[in-house]
């Protein structure tokens, strides 16, 4: 899911602004979870190298835990609270340990069986009254369309689940959740085209990206790079 190849092969540039610190994303998510659960335990699975644990630590017991154990040794220089863990989320088990939130950004697309972890995580991980929060590619992004296979979703040979967000919404369903929020964030992954300079579509697109998400929206679908939902366990299952 993330390992020291992969990790290699982004550039700073797109790592620090998109994949690494992305402060404006990281603090939208902590005041959107603080307004629903403003003193929670947090797990963040599929860490990485901790960019968002960095922020979340700071006002949750914050937890994460990665498959990759060259990401987790990277997190753990970065955060100086939070729990670290390496672990396959495919087999994840905490013990008896649940949480109140669960963030699940860039992961689910990486697995074969999303809807075989998703139920794990209702059934063993999110306590009852908990939130589940994923992203995944949006397959109707317009980026996809002007990327064709350059684009993020593709471009990286380990997604294996990319659907559309009406099988997306199916699948956390019937994992025993029921939905209370879907939406997109916007077009991050420039350059989109060819004959234009790299830095001036990173302006266009890139920069005011981070910040359009951060002020909220709701953004067309066709305008987001990803796909949001946020889902809380199902008390008929």
Not at 224 to 237: K, Q, W
């Amino acid at each position: 899911m993330f390992n020291k190849k992969y990790s290699n092969q982004l550039s700073n540039y797109s790592r620090q602004i998109l994949r690494g610190k992305k402060p404006f994303h990281n603090r939208f998510w902590i005041l959107y979870i603080h307004k629903l659960k403003p003193e929670v335990s947090l797990l963040d699975v599929g860490c990485g190298e901790g960019f968002f644990l960095e922020y979340a630590e700071k006002y949750y017991e914050a937890v994460g835990v990665d498959v990759s154990e060259y990401a987790i040794n990277r997190a753990r220089k970065l955060c100086n609270k939070a729990l670290l863990y390496v672990k396959d989320v495919t087999k994840l088990d905490l013990g008896a340990r649940k949480f109140d939130v669960v963030t699940c950004f860039d992961v689910l697309e990486h697995l074969s069986q999303p809807d075989f972890v998703l139920r794990n995580l209702r059934r063993n991980v999110i306590k009852p009254d908990g939130l589940l929060i994923l992203s995944v590619p949006n397959l109707k992004s317009l980026g996809r369309i002007w990327k064709g296979k350059n684009w993020h979703g593709y471009r990286d040979p380990t997604h294996v689940s990319l659907l559309s967000k009406e099988k997306w919404i199916i699948i956390v369903y019937n994992a025993g959740f029921q939905i209370l929020d879907v939406f997109h964030d916007w077009l991050w992954d420039s350059p989109y085209f060819p004959k234009i300079p790299s830095f001036l579509q990173h302006l266009l697109f890139k920069f005011p990206s981070t910040i359009f998400f951060f002020l909220g929206g709701p953004f067309p679908e066709r305008f987001g790079e990803n796909l949001y939902i946020v889902a809380t366990p199902n008390d008929e299952i």
